[in-house]
C-alpha cells in the first residue's frame, strides 16, 4: 500500500446514514445519505439494518466496522442510535454528531428517551436530524445550538402541556398586548 493510495481527496460528506432502531432492530427513523447507490433500495436497507442490529445489540462498544463501513452507536432503553460513515472517515467526527443528535433528541424528549416518547415527537426529532445533517455534510454538531433551531415557540405547544410558569407568562403577554 503506497501513500497516494491512503490518500483520498477531501469531502463533505462524510456521513452515510443515521438510523434510530428500536429494541427489535425494526426502524423508526432512518436517512440515507450515498450518492454511489448503495443501499438504493429499501430492502438493501432493511437488510443492512437487521444485520447490523445483529451484531451490535448485544455488544458493549461504541464502534464497530461493518460491511466496509464505521458504524457508530449509542443504545438507550429500547432504542439504539446510529451514524454511518466510509471505512476511512474520522471516528471522532462520527463521534460527535452522533453524540450531538443523541443529546439533541434527549432535551427534545426531555430526558425521556424512550420508543414512544420518540414516536410522539417524531417531527420535531426529523427536523432536528435535518438541521444536523444534510445530504451526509454535517452542518451541526452543538446540541443546544440544534434544539434550539427546532424548538417549539410556548403559543405552539397545547395548553394542557404547558407548564404553569409558561401558561403565566403567555398570559402576562397577552394581557400586556392587550393593555398597549
Given at each position: 500500500?503506497?501513500?497516494?493510495s491512503l490518500h483520498r481527496e477531501p469531502c463533505l460528506e462524510t456521513v452515510k446514514a443515521v438510523l434510530i432502531l428500536d429494541n427489535n432492530g425494526t426502524r423508526i ?137 409558561q401558561v403565566l407568562q403567555s398570559a402576562k403577554e397577552q394581557l400586556k398586548w392587550s393593555l398597549l
Amino acid at each position: 500500500m503506497t501513500v497516494e493510495s491512503l490518500h483520498r481527496e477531501p469531502c463533505l460528506e462524510t456521513v452515510k446514514a443515521v438510523l434510530i432502531l428500536d429494541n427489535n432492530g425494526t426502524r423508526i427513523l432512518g436517512k440515507y445519505y450515498s450518492k454511489a447507490g448503495i443501499f438504493a433500495t429499501t430492502a438493501e436497507q432493511k437488510k443492512f439494518e437487521k444485520n447490523l442490529f445483529n451484531k451490535t445489540h448485544k455488544a458493549n462498544s461504541e464502534i464497530i466496522m461493518f460491511e466496509g463501513m464505521t458504524c457508530l452507536y449509542k443504545s438507550n432503553v429500547d432504542l439504539f442510535f446510529y451514524v454511518i460513515g466510509s471505512a476511512q472517515e474520522n471516528e471522532l467526527l462520527l463521534m460527535s454528531v452522533l453524540d450531538c443528535i443523541y443529546n439533541s433528541v434527549s432535551q427534545i424528549l426531555r430526558k425521556n428517551v424512550d420508543r414512544r416518547s420518540l414516536l410522539d415527537n417524531l417531527e420535531i426529532v426529523m427536523l432536528a436530524l435535518d438541521e444536523a445533517i444534510d445530504n451526509g455534510m454535517i452542518l451541526e454538531a452543538d446540541p443546544s445550538a440544534l434544539v434550539s433551531r427546532v424548538a417549539l415557540r410556548a403559543d405552539d405547544i397545547p395548553l394542557g402541556e404547558q407548564t404553569v410558569a409558561q401558561v403565566l407568562q403567555s398570559a402576562k403577554e397577552q394581557l400586556k398586548w392587550s393593555l398597549l
